[in-house]
């Protein structure tokens, strides 16, 4: 492989990711099917030269400002569920599009390091700003947003608690780690070419992961991870793969089974799991009395009479582990 032909496929990886079409996406991960029930103030926080959309979610006299930080290839709104609950329990929530993600700026999400890069900036904001220098700081992430808040603790020692759902442990490997899976020889041949260009590009975020985050702190840190898990396995790219490496005694870990035992399903209700079954069986009933698929019209109308609280509701046993989480790093 050629520097330039390695290069060209680690961009590729990181080309801009828009929203959806929320009439074809069930679930509580529009903004607008909050119906005002959740208010928020949307501002632009910068990083680098990239304007971040960052929303904040005000609570009355909070107990701490908890920042939601998302996954690859998703954005902020794709955790509003958990970020409801949040503010349910009595936490303010700030969260953010990372770079190149949904309403932030940016031609591309620029590589793995792009989030912890983006979250550094957005601590320094949260912590220079009067209306949240004050409050008790609270990280949770998952996945590519795993990995940024655990490392980002050796940045920021102001973070009260952490938690970290499927969390992958680091970044700048992640990229070899998956590709070794699909094209082994090829991934090793790219590994110093990737490898090169992520120093050219972050610099000394390069440096940071998991264990060197979580191991710079004695706070709470609760991680979570699926057994079942097939985007960041439980024995490879995740943080509990290297559970022998961490020296912080303050870690708390919940796995899951089932359906709660896969990448998003961890964070969702077995009620939720029940549901969206029910909804893929419906919709594959029509598309067979139909003898094709559905337009996109078509699956509009359907979509239009699906809950989707129930379809996206959150597992209560893994919000009842962060907020004990939580309210141990705040005492």
């Not at 304007?51 to 955790?79: E, N, R, T």
């Not at 349910?88 to 912890?116: H, I, P, R, W």
């Not at 793969?241 to 870990?253: F, G, M, Q, R, V």
Request: charged share 20%; aromatic share 12%.
């Amino acid at each position: 492989m050629t520097i330039a032909s390695a290069i060209l496929a680690y961009d590729a990886i990181f080309t801009r990711y828009e929203r959806p079409d929320y009439a074809l996406y069930p679930g509580m991960y529009c903004y607008e099917r909050f119906e005002g029930t959740l208010p928020r103030e949307t501002m632009t926080v910068k990083s680098g030269d990239t304007d971040l959309a960052a929303y904040y979610y005000p609570v009355k006299g909070p107990k701490g400002l908890v920042v939601v930080v998302h996954g690859i290839h998703a954005g902020a709104d794709d955790y509003l569920p958990l970020i409801e609950a949040m503010v349910k329990g009595g936490y303010a929530v700030f969260s953010y599009d990372a770079t190149g993600n949904y309403s932030s700026g940016g031609e591309g999400g620029v590589g793995m390091c792009q989030q912890l890069i983006d979250l550094d900036n957005i601590l320094t904001f949260l912590g220079n700003d009067y209306r949240f220098a004050n409050i008790p700081k609270l990280l949770i992430g998952h996945s590519w947003g795993g990995y940024a808040v655990s490392s980002v603790l050796a940045l920021h020692g102001e973070v009260k608690a952490c938690v970290c759902i499927a969390p992958m442990w680091n970044g700048p490997t992640m990229v070899i780690e998956k590709s070794q899976e699909y094209v082994d020889d090829a991934a090793q041949t790219a590994k110093p070419i990737f490898d090169a260009y992520q120093n050219y590009l972050f610099g000394d975020y390069t440096k940071y992961n998991a264990v060197v985050g979580i191991n710079s702190t004695d706070i709470p840190i609760l991680i979570a991870q699926g057994l079942e898990d097939k985007t960041i396995t439980p024995d490879g790219q995740s943080i509990t793969a290297h559970l022998d490496e961490l020296t912080n005694p303050n870690i708390k870990l919940y796995y899951g089974k089932g359906y709660q035992g896969t990448h998003t399903g961890i964070w969702h209700s077995v009620e939720a799991e029940a549901y969206v079954r029910q909804v893929e069986i419906e919709l594959k009933a029509l598309e067979k009395n139909k003898g094709e698929k559905l337009t996109d019209e078509e699956k509009s109308e359907f979509y239009k009479n699906v809950n989707h609280r129930l379809y996206s509701d959150v597992n209560p046993d893994l919000v009842k582990l962060i907020f004990e989480t939580f309210e141990s790093g705040l005492k």
